[in-house]
């Protein structure tokens, strides 16, 4: 998979995701899902072109997921549905899968409790170093892009907050929830949102 910056563009959209799931479980297609998206507004949106953006964005990440992690999504707790969903977003999005596994974890295995701008500067860095995809993003992008990342992060409960001081809140994950994910081979997701 691609680098690509279109995470900016998007939010967590964990209510969101779960309707999408839900459709996605009841048999709809993509196509059935944008007719009722903007006429019942499940999204509860105010312009019809949001209603279709976040079917898009929320459709791209769920149709990744196994069924069986899209039905335990649709019925579990909000923390484990933000677990999910974050998987979700890093199966979607290498960049910042390779952030969270490089970075975030790697922050968890040395005992540091925050993830600074550095830590931010420096994986950019180096991924610009590593891909012409990357190198040849406006700065401007890439700023969008680490507050992005610290965003979600924050979302999905892996930080206390998503500005400064970011200190990290690691993620208990129940043993059901790992069973679930390594036996759907989304093992090295797990590993990458629980730092090991």
């Known amino acids: 998979m691609e680098y690509s910056a279109g995470l900016m563009s998007k939010l ?3 209510q969101e995701s779960r309707k999408t ?34 079917l898009n964005g929320t459709y791209r990440r769920m149709s990744v997921l196994p069924k ?3 039905h335990v999504f649709t019925t579990c707790d ?4 933000r677990i999910l969903n974050l ?12 952030f969270l596994h490089e970075v975030y974890a790697e922050k ?28 040849g993003w406006a700065d401007t992008s890439v700023r969008r892009l680490k507050q992005c990342f610290t965003r979600m992060m924050f979302e ?6 998503s500005v400064k001081p970011r200190r ?12 679930l994910l390594i036996v759907n081979g989304l093992g090295e997701y797990l590993k990458a949102v629980k730092g090991v």
């Open 168 to 179: 990290i809140k690691p993620l208990h994950v129940d043993y059901r929830t790992e069973e």
């Open 78 to 81: 909000v923390e484990t549905a």
């Open 87 to 98: 998987i979700a977003i890093l199966i979607d999005n290498r960049l910042f899968f390779e």
């Open 21 to 54: 799931a839900g459709y996605i479980l009841e048999g709809y297609s993509k196509a059935d899902i944008k007719k009722i998206a903007w006429t019942e507004n499940i999204y509860q949106v105010r312009e019809e072109y949001r209603a279709y953006e976040v």
């Open 156 to 161: 999905a409960g892996l930080l206390e907050s």
């Open 12 to 14: 967590f959209w964990l």
């Open 108 to 135: 968890i295995r040395l005992g540091e409790k925050e993830i600074e701008d550095r830590d931010l500067n420096l994986f950019f860095a180096d991924k610009a170093m590593q891909s012409d995809v990357v190198a």
């Open 68 to 70: 069986a992690v899209l």
